[in-house]
């Protein structure tokens, strides 16, 4: 994903930011049956972050992590 390394060098982001993001996108394509994120919108998003809460019954402070990804795929 070079475009999520130019992204940390254009605002900064720390490595582990970067690997944050690169996470997060992973699961969020898998999630959607490696459907490209750029094909994908709200709806997708809004079901995957769904998913986290209700499915996976992950932490609040997760859900902001999962997050993440969603500034990251403005840029994919």
């Known amino acids: ?11 900064s982001n720390s490595f582990s930011t970067e690997k944050t993001y690169v996470h ?3 699961h969020y394509i ?15 998003i809004e079901s995957f972050l769904t998913f986290l809460a209700t ?3 992950v932490s609040p402070t997760t859900q ?10 403005m840029f994919l």
């Open 1 to 11: 994903m070079p475009i999520l390394s130019s992204l940390k060098r254009k605002y």
């Open 24 to 26: 997060w996108i992973k």
């Open 30 to 44: 898998f999630f959607h049956n490696k459907k490209h994120p750029v094909e994908m919108g709200k709806e997708e």
């Open 55 to 57: 499915k996976k019954r």
């Open 64 to 73: 902001n992590k999962g997050t993440a990804f969603c500034k990251a795929k």
